[in-house]
């Protein structure tokens, strides 16, 4: 039996010391999924914790087939679609149905410039309206699908294909206005 199998084992027993062994190990990579998808570092916070309750209750659940850190991302994604559905109604967002909606094809070419920072862009993608950056998050991190994002969500797929649009627009200028500003100073 592997160290990580003994971990899981002392979870599913409801060991504290192997839950604070499997969270302190996994807490900055699943901190990092929570700022993508939360309007703030609190929140994020607290996506996480809600987030590593389900896994704690739910980890007899886990088959074994895989490494764990899909298993645990996938929970983290989830809890963070369900904190965001939760507090949609205290977001400001807009109106989804009267959002033009824009084709965007499924391969088309999204690229962020080297020479921005991880912070910098982080803190974009954070500051967008909550649709927008959902979507991008789903789309371009997680891979999905605008079909199943929509299901996720509950909204239509036209929806989801301008919330991407719209996102990387934002994306875009605001790391350029951003670059442009930079070199003015320098």
Same mark, same amino acid.
């Given at each position: 039996?592997?160290?990580?199998?003994?971990?899981? =084992?002392?979870?599913?027993?409801?060991?504290?010391?192997?839950?604070?062994?499997?969270?302190?190990?996994?807490?900055?990579?699943?901190?990092?999924?929570?700022?993508?998808?939360?309007?703030?570092?609190?929140?994020?916070? =607290?996506?996480?914790?809600?987030?590593?309750?389900?896994?704690?209750? %739910?980890?007899?659940?886990?088959?074994?087939?895989?490494?764990?850190?899909?298993?645990?991302?996938?929970?983290?994604?989830?809890?963070?679609?369900?904190?965001?559905?939760?507090?949609?109604?205290?977001?400001?967002?807009?109106?989804?149905?009267?959002?033009?909606?824009? =084709?965007?094809?499924?391969?088309?070419?999204?690229?962020?410039?080297?020479?921005?920072?991880?912070?910098?862009?982080?803190?974009?993608?954070?500051?967008?309206?909550?649709?927008?950056?959902?979507?991008?998050?789903?789309?371009?991190? %997680?891979?999905?699908?605008?079909?199943?994002?929509? %299901?996720?969500?509950?909204?239509?797929?036209?929806?989801?294909?301008?919330?991407?649009?719209?996102?990387?627009?934002?994306?875009?200028?605001?790391?350029?206005?951003?670059?442009? %500003?930079?070199?003015?100073?320098?």
């Amino acid at each position: 039996m592997g160290l990580e199998d003994k971990i899981i =084992d002392g979870c599913i027993t409801g060991s504290r010391k192997s839950q604070k062994v499997l969270f302190d190990y996994f807490k900055s990579s699943m901190m990092s999924v929570c700022l993508r998808y939360c309007k703030s570092r609190d929140e994020a916070e =607290d996506v996480l914790m809600m987030a590593f309750m389900t896994v704690f209750s %739910e980890i007899h659940t886990f088959r074994r087939e895989g490494a764990i850190d899909p298993w645990i991302r996938r929970i983290v994604v989830n809890t963070a679609i369900n904190n965001y559905k939760k507090n949609l109604k205290h977001y400001y967002h807009s109106d989804i149905e009267e959002i033009a909606e824009t =084709d965007v094809e499924e391969g088309d070419n999204f690229q962020i410039p080297d020479y921005h920072s991880a912070e910098e862009v982080l803190k974009v993608i954070q500051d967008m309206p909550e649709g927008y950056r959902m979507v991008l998050n789903l789309y371009i991190v %997680e891979g999905y699908k605008h079909k199943e994002i929509a %299901e996720i969500l509950d909204i239509n797929i036209g929806t989801s294909k301008s919330q991407l649009s719209k996102a990387k627009k934002i994306i875009q200028e605001k790391l350029a206005h951003r670059y442009k %500003e930079i070199n003015r100073n320098e």
